[in-house]
């Protein structure tokens, strides 16, 4: 019996069946030989397997260099090839990342981007390629880290209380999908290549470490509020104040849990690892944690600063209110005097004349220091004003080169 089966004619795109050795379109008339049709498609096939393996050759130099436009546009080639291809699939969703990280004007939310890589990343471990496995994690790790600086520079740009929060929130999620990729490595035993799965092990430890710094930093933000100082002067009012937001307690213990366990993986990997590898590790634990502490060191310095001027903003408040004290004290006393002398001066001017220019010039002098003192009292209010709007925090417009406060 014959082979049967479906072709499509190259002419008017007809689908008929073929029955024989020959093929003919019952629309149009086309015909060919059954052999020479399997001779086509067999070397279509063979041109098809060589042009997806440019692309993707092309494809992955172009992801290796960052030269990510170029990356996207080759594994879209090699999709419309082959739509099942799992490291065309999941680069292009990366390299998509990249692209709009790098251009895009305004924050670029991560919550669709996580959801379709874990789809893609249960597609692979279900694929089971050691070799893809192992690129899909270290792309993974480099894409989170990007992501984190990424995190950062947005937040330290746009300081408002939003971006603050997403900051946080996105950084936290950040750190757990980096977590979760450690620990897949880590019970990933078995796999040939164990000295790169060892050292994406210490990468991604390192990574967690880093952001872990980031999320107990916290963030800075800008919020701006109308002053309701004492002072009711327009320059202390309408003050942007930087703050910081922390990590509530629950979130904080959920970090430090996952650094607890991300410290254990690391000494097991070392504790477990032959005298050439434990050589390399530690080489490149030692390089990477000092990056780490070098950021830590610079957000520790930030903090310090924080406080150091928080408790100068304390000192001027404390400070401006002991002379608001002092000042309406004496002020009172020297009204008081003024008024003693005036009735001195009334009584003088009906009994005698004696003491008049004496009376008149100690009345005048106690007004004017009543006068003064009152000048002072107000002046110290208005900075007792400004400084109780900026105690919680810094000011965006208040830090001159020197460190110290200027109002505007």
Known sequence: MAEQYSEICPICGNKFEI??????????????????????????????????????????????????????????SVLDMDGSNLKA????????????????????????????????????????????????????????????????????????????ASYLADTLLLYEYTAETVVYLRDKEGIKNERTRANLIMYGCNLCMKIRGMLLSGAEYVESVKMDDQSKDPSAKNVSRIKRMKLDQKEELQVETLAGNVRQIKKDLLAGASPELYAELTAEN????????????????????YEMWRRRNEAEYIAADKRIIIFGIAERAAFVMAVIMALVFVAELIISDVFMGQLIAATLLFAAVSVTLGVL???????KGFYAEVIDGDSANLRSSGGKFTEL
Do not use: P
Request: hydrophobic letters at 30%.
């Open 19 to 76: 029955n024989g050795t020959m093929a003919k379109c019952s629309v149009c008339g086309w015909t060919d030989s059954v052999k020479s049709l399997k001779r086509k498609e067999n070397s279509m096939d063979a041109d098809s397997e060589i042009a997806m393996y440019r692309f993707m050759s092309s494809a992955d130099a172009f992801f290796a260099k960052k030269g990510y436009e170029e990356a996207y546009a080759n594994y879209g």
């Open 377 to 383: 009292k107000r002046a110290a209010m208005k900075k």
């Open 89 to 164: 699939i999941f680069r292009r969703e990366l390299t998509s990342q990249y692209l709009m990280m790098e251009s895009s004007s305004v924050y670029l939310s991560s919550d669709g981007f996580f959801t379709k890589i874990r789809d893609i990343k249960a597609r692979i471990i279900k694929h089971g390629d050691e070799k893809l496995t192992l690129t899909a994690s270290r792309d993974m790790l480099e894409y989170l880290s990007c992501r984190a600086d990424y995190e950062k520079k947005y937040a330290s740009v746009h300081k408002n209380q939003k971006t603050a």
């Open 286 to 305: 030692e390089k990477t944690e000092k990056a780490v502490e070098r950021d830590a060191e610079k957000e520790d310095q930030k903090r310090l600063e």
